[in-house]
């Protein structure tokens, strides 16, 4: 039960935390990375099975949807994700909430737009370079 309080906890200090950003408050840089964190987190529990880097259980040279990727964007735009700093909240919310070609959409119950937000944050982060 006290995972579940903290869990609880950290979704409230992030909601406040993306309001207050998205109000133009600035949150200050513990908030800013706890958001980048909890995407790194999301990204990696939702997304990583198809959008990240490496070879796919079939041998394939990429994962699904990193060659989806690739192969659509012939290497005019990144292929992987994490190297992408085009992608808003806003724009992956469509993707996410209406799913493309054989990626499928996520209901708010899987990925909550808080969880895209952060999303968002953790590919700016690294497509700046941060760990």
Known sequence: MSALRAAARVQ???TA????????????????AAVVEHGRTVFAQQCTPCH???RGDDGA????????LHLKYRGEVPA?????????????KAFLRNGVAS???FR???VSDEDIV???AYLAATARGEP
């Open 52 to 54: 990240g880097s490496g």
């Open 108 to 110: 708010k119950t899987e």
């Open 12 to 14: 409230r200090a992030l």
């Open 80 to 92: 992987l994700l994490e190297e992408r700093a085009d992608l808003s909240a806003e724009a992956l």
């Open 17 to 32: 935390a993306l309001l207050l950003a998205g109000a133009g408050i600035d949150t200050g840089a513990a908030q800013d």
């Open 61 to 68: 040279p990429m994962l699904p949807g990193t060659h989806a």
């Open 103 to 105: 990626m499928p959409p």
């Open 118 to 120: 952060a999303i968002a």
